[in-house]
């Protein structure tokens, strides 16, 4: 199993928004995130990068 963490514009620890993401999904213009126990986070802004080797996805905002 692969689960990733998501940042916002860069991959710093002080822009992490959701560990152990499972499933990433839109729903009115925003990115939905999933995490492993099922907590949907919902972001403003779009895919930058998903790294599926280094488990890393980055999600441009404004």
Do not use: W
């Not at 949907?40 to 996805?57: A, F």
């Amino acid at each position: 199993m692969c689960l990733a963490a998501a940042y916002k514009n860069t991959q710093t620890p002080e822009n992490l928004v959701c560990k152990f993401v499972s499933t990433i999904g839109f729903r009115d213009k925003k990115v939905v995130l999933t995490d492993i126990l099922g907590e949907e986070i919902e972001v403003d802004g779009e895919l930058s990068t998903v790294d599926l080797v280094k488990n890393v996805v980055v999600i441009r905002c404004a």
